[in-house]
Each structure stands twice: as C-alpha cells, then as structure tokens.
C-alpha cells in the first residue's frame, strides 16, 4: 500500500465474523441430483422473490435458502463487512459466476443455474467476474444488478464482484453500479483506491480457520473496457494497478515474512492466456479467440516477479473454459453461466469452482461444474 498504510488494516476491507459451523460435504453426486431435483421446483419460488426494493425475500426465505445451500450464517458486525476463513475442515472454496450479461428480466434459467451451482458446491465465495449485466440493454441496470446478486444475498453467502465491459454501457456508471453491490448485506466489492484507474481494484484476506493471520490474497482488478481508437480492441490494465498490486504484496511479504499465496480476478483476459494455449499445455475447451488487449502491460511479468499469484481466473470469452499453467501460474477461464446472451451449441452454461485448503494454500483444485440438464436439454 502506498503512503504507510498497513494492509491488514486497510480501511477498504471491512471485517465481520463469519461462522464456521458449515454442514459437512457430502457425496456430490447424492447432492447434486438432490440440487437438480431442488432447482426446479424451487427455481421459480426463488427467482419470483427478487422484487425490485429488496435483495431477498425477507429472513424467512433466506433463512431457508441458506439450509438448503448448506451454507452457514454471517453474523454482521457494526463496520457491516464480512471475514473470510477456512473451514475446520481446512477447506475454502469459490465459486466463479461470468458473463450473466442480461437486463432486469433475467433469464430464469441463468438464476436457477446460479442457485443450482450455489446449492450444490456450498461455497464459502462467490466471485463475479464480470459483463454482470447488459448495461445496455437495461432500463433498470440496478435492478438487473440486484436480481443477478439475489441467489447469494438469499443464501446468505458473501460474494465480490470486478467489472467488465458491458457493465456500464448504459445508464449506470461503474462508481454508481458499485453503489448499487454496497447495498447488499453479503457484498463484499468495494471501490478501491481513489487514485487508480477504473472502480473496483481491492482484496480480500482468507484467514486460517480460526481466524487469526491471514493464509490466501484474493485479488481483484478492473480490467476497463476498450481501448483508445487508435489502438484498437480491448483495454488492458494500467502501470498504477500494477504498481499497487505489487506494494500490496510486498507489504503482506514484510508482516508475514513470507509470500502471502494469492489468486487474481478479473474480466478481460491477459495476451497470456493465447500463449498458454498454443504452448498445449491447457485442458479444457477453447472455442473462440483469445480476446486480450493488443497491448501487454505487464501484469503477468509482475505476478512472476513477485511470486505470489497462483492463478488467474478470467471471463469475456463466452465459450472458453480452458486452464493451464504457464511460469508457475495458471490461467483459467470461466465460461458463462449467462443464457440471454452468446454461446455455442453443445457447449452448456457453466461455472467454474476453486478449492483451496488451508495446508497448502500455494495449491488449489478446480473444475467445470454443468448443468444437470447438459446431457439431456438441446437447447444451449
């Protein structure tokens, strides 16, 4: 952090306790058919309790909600933030939302997807990374907002949010899209840093399961939207959000006395992720070009250099789902879990899941979670 501000104090991260009695995981084939069977007979109760002057339908459906999903209460303190740990199972898990990229009238099938994901992988994190909405095609941007966070506000399950391109294309600016996620009792987004550029440059700390220093960086950076005309294509990240990325990281190093590991979220993906692709070192599926910006800034230089960043996890490109690791980092995109806007036929709405564990915290797991349908329903 620049000008001596500790980061563990950081004004920007506020903290609540955040309890750990979570019911233990069970087999996921038994909870996801349960989830599959749950979601559409619930799928339309829930998405039908989004109102427009409410997040959830009140302490009676979220209450039930969060039984379902599994997920334990947040108790809020007097600054209304919320921190992070690990389970005593040694377990922290994220789920990755991207590109729902829809109006107020949200497909029905994206939220009961969303709640589906939510219900069966219980995470302790939702991460949206971006082209939240269709800013757009909005008439209410902060409703179509609202509607988008509603599945975790209703599972009391906290979640951050980066922009993308989309987002603000309508009537909401970034800083007034940011206002509207603050209102939530479970938003963990926040502005940022005045002084840099785009809304929505923070992180986060995931502490050890019983609450004491910190284990695991979670990063988030707005990637903007485009570039100037006379370059052409998409923005990039920009020297100041690396620079304090980097001051970040090296303020936790001088605490801690060692690297903090660390995972980075945000919309538009680095020229990278084209490079580990065509090195054929990634799994998973790629059905579109790699649409970076056509200047390299330099974040992937600095994350190596500073050795902390264990994986990057992107949005933007609809219908890529690959992963693979190139200088001891991985980059991984999302897919899209957003069925009112592009994809590709045979290739299914989905999500992406992050496990870290609180013995190994520079590791994680992560897979591709698909709609229970993605067999069966032709549709796409």
Not at 86 to 95: E, H, K, L, Y
Not at 262 to 269: C, V
Request: include cysteine; charged fraction near 15%.
């Amino acid at each position: 952090m620049t000008g001596g501000v500790n980061p563990f104090t950081f004004a920007a991260v506020a903290r609540v306790a955040l309890t750990t009695a979570k019911a233990s995981w069970t087999v996921r084939a038994i909870a996801g058919a349960l989830a599959s069977t749950l979601a559409g007979t619930l799928a339309g109760a829930l998405v039908g309790t989004v109102t427009p002057v409410a997040w959830a339908a009140g302490p009676g459906t979220a209450t039930a909600a969060a039984a379902l999903a599994g997920a334990a209460p947040v108790s809020q303190n007097q600054t209304g933030g919320i921190d992070l740990h690990f389970r005593p199972d040694g377990t922290f898990t994220i789920v990755q939302f991207s590109d729902p990229q829809d109006n107020e009238s949200v497909n029905p099938r994206t939220l009961a997807l969303m709640e589906q994901v939510l219900d069966t992988e219980r995470p302790d994190l939702v991460v949206l990374t971006g082209d939240n909405i269709s800013g757009s095609e909005c008439k209410d941007a902060a409703l179509a907002l609202r509607k988008i966070v509603a599945p975790m506000e209703q599972r009391h399950i906290p979640y951050a949010v980066v922009f993308g391109n989309h987002d603000d294309e309508g009537r909401l600016a970034r800083a007034q899209l940011m206002k509207v996620l603050q209102e939530g009792a479970y938003n963990l987004s926040q502005s940022g840093p005045t002084n840099l550029p785009g809304v929505g440059n923070y992180y986060l700390l995931v502490h050890r399961h019983d609450g004491s220093e910190p284990v695991v960086a979670l990063y988030f950076l707005d990637s903007g939207a485009y570039a100037p005309k006379a370059v052409g294509g998409y923005d990039w990240i920009k020297p100041a959000q690396i620079d304090w990325y980097r001051e970040t990281a090296t303020s936790f190093k001088a605490q801690l006395g060692h690297v903090l590991p660390a995972l980075m979220f945000f919309h538009i993906p680095l020229p990278e992720f084209d490079t580990v692709w065509q090195n054929g070192t990634a799994i998973g599926s790629k059905n579109e070009d790699v649409c970076a910006p056509k200047f390299n800034s330099g974040l992937f230089a600095a994350m190596v250099e500073v050795g902390d960043v264990k994986g990057v996890f992107v949005g933007h490109d609809h219908v890529n789902d690959y992963i693979g690791e190139l200088n001891g980092i991985r980059l991984a995109y999302g897919g899209s879990v957003g069925y009112d806007t592009y994809g590709k036929q045979g290739f299914p709405r989905r999500a992406r899941v992050i496990r870290l564990r609180e013995d190994n915290p520079a590791n994680f797991e992560t897979w591709i979670h698909l709609p229970p349908d993605h067999g069966l329903d032709p549709s796409w």
